[in-house]
């Protein structure tokens, strides 16, 4: 069992940058993608980026896409999410979830963080 651990959220005024982290508990050998979620009070949980964990291909929401990076950190088993040009819609709490390694290979995500609060101010 993976556990995954955010950090890096917080208060920031428009236009300002964070850096989110999410560590694993254990090597990510096991792990296909990871990926980084969001949810808004009173929408649903999206996602806004992910990162195939050998390869390093990613994918981005349209609505982060230019503004936000995914990377990671093989030996240290951690993902990051740089945010930049932050706006007040990007409020949410922000998850990181992972798909573990099956054959046959499917895209559900097995594992999550318990999220960390980015609040953006006008």
């Known amino acids: 069992q993976v556990q995954l651990v955010e950090s890096g959220g917080g208060l920031v005024q428009a236009g300002g940058s964070l850096r989110l982290s999410c560590a694993a508990s254990?090597?990510?050998?096991?792990?296909?993608?990871m990926g980084w979620f969001r949810q808004a009070p009173g929408k649903q949980r999206e996602l806004i980026a992910q990162?195939?964990?050998?390869?390093?291909?990613?994918l981005y929401a349209d609505s982060v896409k230019d503004r936000f990076t995914i990377s990671r950190e093989s030996a240290k088993n951690t993902m990051y999410l740089q945010m930049n040009s932050l706006k007040p819609e990007d409020t949410a709490v922000y998850y990181c979830?992972?798909?573990?390694?099956?054959?046959?290979?499917?895209?559900?995500?097995?594992?999550w963080g318990q999220g960390t609060q980015v609040t953006v101010s006008s």
């Open positions: 979830g992972a798909v573990r390694l099956r054959v046959p290979q499917t895209y559900t995500y097995d594992y």
């Open positions: 254990e090597r990510t050998v096991s792990i296909y993608i």
């Open positions: 990162i195939r964990w050998n390869a390093g291909n990613t």
